[in-house]
T-cell receptor, first 114, second 115 residues
């Protein structure tokens, strides 16, 4: 079974600083996708960034980047120059390439302090 | 706004009653997903449709749950004989089948409270 673990229930960061959210996953598959989703309070979940397992290069989307360590099954999210609007629940998710069953971690609540 | 919509946004019901939720996906999306999210947890996959065909179901989807997508557009999720453990946020998402990683767009969810 594939499981996703987010070991940090809560994190906080000062505005304009950098924060890293951790995620580990367990799988025996070699071909899969990893995602970070953001869920602001009372708002819809949106995709922040994704990574294909076959790609060695870490994905980057503006201020968001990942550190994908396939052998260690680790997929952390780095948010640079944190903004107040980054405050949200962040979920790490895993999906096998040939499945539509996406597995989510329990989430990390990020607080951004002005 | 052409995003995923869900109705109702909130539903309070008594134990033993039946409830039905509706999801309207983004119009050109042919894949539709249902998830359940309990407090303090991430979403859990329930089921997925491609067009009108229900192609994948989680073991979480007990026989009290049924989902339909009769014309390949909107979908309904029905829970029969609700139990207090069914209290959760029910999320719908949609995607295009021809995108490689199947980016899912989520709706705002329906929050169910079973008294």
């Amino acid at each position: 079974a594939q499981t996703v673990t987010q070991s940090q229930p809560e994190m906080s960061v000062q505005e304009a600083e950098t924060v890293t959210l951790s995620c580990t996953y367990d799988t025996s598959e070699s071909d899969y996708y990893l995602f970070w989703y953001k869920q602001p309070p009372s708002r819809q979940m949106i995709l922040v960034i994704r990574q294909e397992a076959y790609k060695q290069q870490n994905a980057t989307e503006n201020r968001f980047s990942v550190n994908f360590q396939k052998a260690a099954k680790s997929f952390s999210l780095k948010i640079s120059d944190s903004q107040l609007g980054d405050a949200a629940m962040y979920f790490c998710a895993y999906r096998r390439t040939r499945s539509n069953d996406m597995r989510f971690g329990a989430g990390t609540r990020l607080t951004v302090k002005p | 706004d052409t995003g995923v919509s869900q109705n109702p946004r909130h539903k309070i019901t008594k134990r033993g009653q039946n409830v039905t939720f509706r999801c309207d996906p983004i119009s050109e999306h042919n894949r539709l997903y249902w998830y359940r999210q309990t407090l303090g947890q991430g979403p859990e996959f329930l089921t997925y449709f491609q067009n009108e065909a229900q192609l994948e179901k989680s073991r979480l989807l007990s026989d009290r749950f049924s989902a339909e997508r009769p014309k390949g557009s909107f979908s309904t999720l029905e829970i029969q004989r609700t139990e207090q453990g069914d209290s959760a946020m029910y999320l719908c998402a949609s995607s295009l089948a021809d995108t490689k990683y199947l980016k899912q767009f989520f709706g705002p969810g329906t929050r169910l409270t079973v008294l």
